[in-house]
């Protein structure tokens, strides 16, 4: 499909970051459509970050996962992480606590932080 460039900086790189609450960071655009000349291509590649602050912070926010279902420590770390992940935020790995044990190696939830994941500084050469 070919699109103007402004058309894919508004319908997917800006829309899927902002989806996110993320800043659009980097933008590639792919093979031109010769019908359009310079100004249309085929595809886009892009990159959103958390932040368009150059020194970021990185905020994090508790979340709590379980209560009820008594699974092994694995599984409720792989549950934090796609958590975290699904709102575009990772796992911070001091911040999981595991609660109340329910046999071997297995417990009732987990307590764990998701933390934003700050634009990496830009290499010059």
Same mark, same amino acid.
């Given at each position: 499909?070919?699109?103007?460039?402004?058309?894919?900086?508004?319908?997917?790189?800006?829309?899927?970051? /902002?989806?996110?609450?993320? #800043?659009?960071?980097?933008?590639?655009? =792919?093979?031109?459509?010769?019908?359009?000349? %310079?100004?249309?291509?085929?595809?886009?590649?892009?990159?959103?970050?958390?932040?368009?602050?150059?020194?970021?912070?990185?905020?994090?926010?508790?979340?709590?996962?379980?209560?009820?279902?008594?699974?092994? /420590?694995?599984?409720?770390? #792989?549950?934090?992480?796609?958590?975290? =992940?699904?709102?575009?935020?990772?796992?911070? %790995?001091?911040?999981?606590?595991?609660?109340?044990?329910?046999?071997?190696?297995?417990?009732?939830?987990?307590?764990?932080?998701?933390?934003?994941?700050?634009?990496?500084?830009?290499?010059?050469?």
């Amino acid at each position: 499909m070919c699109k103007e460039h402004s058309a894919w900086v508004s319908a997917a790189a800006r829309a899927c970051c /902002d989806l996110f609450g993320q #800043q659009l960071r980097s933008l590639q655009f =792919g093979s031109v459509c010769p019908q359009m000349g %310079s100004f249309g291509a085929r595809q886009v590649r892009f990159e959103c970050c958390p932040s368009d602050d150059p020194n970021p912070t990185t905020h994090c926010e508790t979340r709590k996962l379980g209560f009820g279902e008594c699974l092994d /420590d694995g599984i409720w770390k #792989q549950r934090a992480a796609t958590e975290c =992940g699904n709102s575009g935020r990772i796992v911070s %790995s001091t911040s999981q606590r595991l609660s109340s044990p329910c046999g071997p190696g297995r417990y009732s939830g987990i307590v764990f932080d998701c933390c934003t994941i700050p634009c990496p500084t830009p290499i010059t050469r």
